[in-house]
T-cell receptor, first 112, second 113 residues
């Protein structure tokens, strides 16, 4: 079956630190991979995505590369800001995007 | 362009009761999905509606049912509420051709006592 496992939080970093949030997946077929972010008081929103192996998704300084050989989609950012404090969810979906499988979320706290 | 709106934002019910949650999709979106998010967990897929037809269902019992209306808004109905149904219920709208981008509402927080 399909599932997503991501590192537990909370992750606490100082501003300008390097961020990695690990995400691994189990899937049948060829899934698309996503990172969604939930800022305080808001709904989940798409951060970035990759639809095939070796694709790199990027947005707002965040990056993640679809690694089929390690079944991973780790989220990275070179220099975090206080405004990046949020909960980050890794997710996968099949070809027709009608069903998403989400990880349990990783809360990021960035201190000034 | 209005985003996804859900109502009510919070509600409290007792075991055995029934609840209806409502969702207005983002303008122009023809697909609505519902997710259940228990505390500390990620969203779990309940079902999706496309053009008023169910287009996929997760591992939820039949007492979870839904509707989509011609204006693409949607309802989630849960009968015979159980304590474990306490959760945040998220609605997400999308375009069938939208390559996977879901637009989420802020959710309806259901507490079952």
């Amino acid at each position: 079956g399909n599932s997503v496992t991501q590192m537990e939080g909370p992750v606490t970093l100082s501003e300008e630190a390097f961020l990695t949030i690990n995400c691994t997946y189990t899937a049948t077929g060829y899934p698309s991979l996503f990172w969604y972010v939930q800022y305080p008081g808001e709904g989940l929103q798409l951060l970035l995505k990759a639809t095939k192996a070796d694709d790199k998704g990027s947005n707002k300084g965040f990056e993640a590369t679809y690694r089929k050989e390690t079944t991973s989609f780790h989220l990275e950012k070179g220099s975090v800001q206080v405004s990046d404090s949020a909960v980050y969810f890794c997710a996968l979906s099949g070809r027709n995007f009608n069903k998403f499988y989400f990880g349990s979320g990783t809360k990021l706290n960035v201190k000034p | 362009e209005t985003g996804v709106t859900q109502s009510p934002t919070h509600l409290i019910k007792t075991r055995g009761q029934q609840v209806t949650l409502r969702c207005s999709s983002q303008s122009g979106h023809n697909t609505v999905s519902w997710y259940q998010q228990a505390l500390g967990q990620g969203p779990q897929f309940i079902f999706q509606y496309y053009r008023e037809e169910e287009n996929g269902r997760g591992n939820f019992p039949p007492r979870f049912s839904g509707l989509q209306f011609p204006n693409y808004s949607s309802e989630l109905n849960v009968n015979a509420l159980e304590l474990d149904d306490s959760a945040l219920y998220l609605c997400a709208s999308s375009l069938a051709s939208g390559a996977g981008e879901l637009f989420f509402g802020e959710g309806s927080r259901l507490t079952v006592l």
